[in-house]
T-cell receptor, first 114, second 115 residues
Framework: GEDVEQSLFLSVREGDSSVINCTYT??????LYWYKQEPGAGLQLLTY?????DMKQDQRLTVLLNKKDKHLSLRIADTQTGDSAIYFC??????????????FGAGTQVVVTP | DTEVTQTPKHLVMGMTNKKSLKCEQH?????MYWYKQKAKKPPELMFV???????INESVPSRFSPECPNSSLLNLHLHALQPEDSALYLC??????????????FGEGSRLTVL
């Protein structure tokens, strides 16, 4: 199957910007997503980007997509302690028999220190 | 209403027990999913239902039996589980391809412990 890769850990100081990176391999993906998971909770959709876009901004969140390099990043401005969580990137395949199989990365554990 | 509701939140069962996990959504989504998640790992897809029919079974052992009674409900029946089946079980729903941006909405999960 296709692989989605992420770095596993990021430590950031409160007030700084965080950048979480992700690479994917399925060039036919239409939508790419960022999910946040706090301890003991389900996955919360943070934002998504359509594959024909380069950038999307939503309040403190900025998503950058480099389709040539199959690289996706999530920047969180002014990181707060409440941003401590695991962040998953995910891609949705477009093939008919795989549409339901969202491909998740391994997740990046973000720890925000005071 | 953008919620997916899962019950129970916690379940402890023995290897000979029969139990069920339940999931409900009222967003009009026609696709519903079961995922299994181990600690610090991404969710692993188990089953996908579209229009109340099972469309994807990721080679899940038969001790897990899904059921979709109607478009809003999804159950996961559990029987003769093993301790290694202990995990967080996540339900999700979405629209079908081409109908919107395709994101999955997740419930808070059911934490299952098999003794």
């Amino acid at each position: 199957g296709e692989d989605v890769e992420q770095s596993l850990f990021l430590s950031v100081r409160e007030g700084d910007s965080s950048v979480i990176n992700c690479t994917y391999t399925d060039s036919s993906s239409t939508y790419l997503y960022w999910y946040k998971q706090e301890p003991g909770a389900g996955l919360q959709l943070l934002t998504y980007i359509f594959s024909n876009m380069d950038m999307k901004q939503d309040q403190r969140l900025t998503v950058l997509l480099n389709k040539k390099d199959k690289h996706l990043s999530l920047r969180i401005a002014d990181t707060q302690t409440g941003d401590s969580a695991i962040y998953f990137c995910a891609e949705r395949p477009t093939t008919t028999d795989s549409w339901g199989k969202l491909q998740f990365g391994a997740g990046t554990q973000v720890v925000v220190t005071p | 209403d953008t919620e997916v509701t899962q019950t129970p939140k916690h379940l402890v069962m023995g290897m000979t027990n029969k139990k069920s996990l339940k999931c409900e959504q009222h967003m009009g989504h026609r696709a519903m999913y079961w995922y299994k998640q181990k600690a610090k790992k991404p969710p692993e897809l188990m089953f996908v239902y579209s229009y109340e029919k099972l469309s994807i079974n990721e080679s899940v052992p038969s001790r897990f039996s899904p059921e979709c009674p109607n478009s809003s409900l999804l159950n996961l029946h559990l029987h003769a589980l093993q301790p290694e089946d202990s995990a967080l079980y996540l339900c999700a729903s979405s629209q079908l391809p081409g109908q919107d941006t395709g994101e999955l909405f997740f419930g808070e999960g059911s934490r299952l412990t098999v003794l």
